[in-house]
């Protein structure tokens, strides 16, 4: 049964979110590739790196000492192989002993055509003004001697779909990318942090709650900044009592093709009215700046089918929901009061949830700032954070 049309509202976009190698390389064998491998990948596989090469332009670092452009072997939401791709970027600092602690980062929406991946970004490039309002944050970890590692995600960049919002394969891609960095630089650390915003916040804590890391690397805390997918469920309902609402028909593209990377059950085409199919055909080639474009231009009086079957679409979207989930190390939570996106609302309710979990949860809000603004708003209380974790202590939660 649908929800009443003020629960809808307050759910908003909630429902909606989520933007010369040496050594190490040469051990890889030429011919390692993961989309030739069928089975599941075995103990000790996961984060071999397959390729580097050295990175420039808009997708390096500034600060970073050098940038590295990587792909990677880890699992996908199938639990079959898969090639991930993404950056490295190191301080020009000396390392630590125990090398240099890292930010393993989950990058917010940018869409799921190859195009969106942030290792592919340009200064002209089809996501870069997502991309571009969070690199400062990202430049000022690498200035303040942490490693910054940050994957594309299953499909984004690399062959097969990218299953938007899935909180398995994100985590994989989030924990493998930590492996495969240490493979190019020894003096990365084993000690690192999951860091994410929006789409990647939702991946923060999916990574938090994972208990399949093994000794090689250590997750010592997590940072979700505005992280999505609170009452993701409800985005049939939503879209059936608000169709023509246009921010929400932005994300619902991107959503269903998600969905149907990781559930081939779901076919897209055979959910939505002929309104709707040139949004579709947008995310096919362009990000989602360019979806949005599309939508605002978009006059929609009914967004699926008379008779679709959405049921397989709103149970996958459920197992997706951040709702149960048991963080293992301390967590961060950061998000903006006037973020519209991700209202505050929804993420009070995620993060009493993450409590009933457990009580290893550090809440913080960012008065006046908006989805993209919560990012550089919660660096500090970031910082200080992860430094104090390092130090050997335990942020103090607000449970």
Request: neutral net charge.
């Amino acid at each position: 049964m649908p929800l009443p049309r003020p629960r809808l509202k307050a759910l908003s976009l909630a429902v909606l979110t989520a933007a010369a190698i040496t050594a190490p390389a040469a051990a890889v064998p030429a011919s390692a590739d993961a989309r030739a491998v069928s089975q599941a990948v075995p103990p000790g596989l996961r984060g071999t790196l397959l390729s580097a090469r050295p990175l420039t332009g808009a997708a390096a670092l500034p600060s970073a000492a050098r940038n590295w452009y990587v792909t990677y072997l880890s699992e996908g939401a199938s639990g079959k192989p898969v090639t991930v791709s993404g950056v490295i970027s190191v301080p020009a600092s000396p390392p630590p002993p125990g090398g240099w602690p890292v930010i393993s980062w989950a990058h917010g929406t940018t869409g799921t055509a190859d195009v969106c991946a942030p290792s592919a970004d340009t200064a002209d490039g089809p996501a870069h003004g997502y991309l571009a309002s969070v690199k400062p944050t990202l430049d000022a970890w690498v200035a303040h001697g942490f490693a910054v590692v940050r994957t594309d995600y299953e499909g984004l960049g690399t062959p097969g779909g990218h299953p938007y919002m899935n909180g398995r394969s994100a985590a994989d891609s989030v924990i493998d990318m930590v492996r495969a960095a240490r493979r190019v630089d020894p003096h990365i650390g084993r000690d690192w942090f999951a860091a994410g915003h929006s789409q990647g916040g939702h991946a923060t804590l999916f990574t938090a709650a994972d208990t399949g890391e093994r000794g090689d690397v250590r997750l010592r805390g997590a940072i979700a900044i505005a992280p999505g997918g609170w009452g993701y469920s409800q985005t049939v309902a939503y879209l059936q009592a608000m169709p023509g609402a246009k921010d929400a028909l932005a994300f619902l593209p991107t959503i269903l093709f998600g969905a149907a990377a990781a559930e081939p059950a779901i076919k897209p085409e055979e959910l939505v009215t002929g309104e709707v199919r040139p949004l579709l055909d947008a995310a096919r080639t362009g990000c989602m700046d360019q979806v949005r474009a599309v939508a605002a231009e978009t006059t929609v009086s009914s967004v699926f089918r008379p008779g679709a079957d959405t049921g397989t679409l709103t149970g996958y979207l459920r197992k997706q929901e951040p709702v149960g989930l048991k963080v293992r190390v301390p967590t961060l939570v950061a998000q903006g009061t006037a973020d519209v996106l991700v209202p505050k609302q929804t993420t009070d309710l995620m993060v009493a949830d993450l409590c009933r979990g457990a009580a290893k949860v550090t809440y913080r809000t960012y008065a006046g700032a908006d989805h993209r603004a919560s990012v550089p708003a919660s660096f500090d209380d970031a910082l200080a954070f992860a430094r104090t974790i390092l130090a050997g202590g335990t942020p103090a939660s607000t449970c």
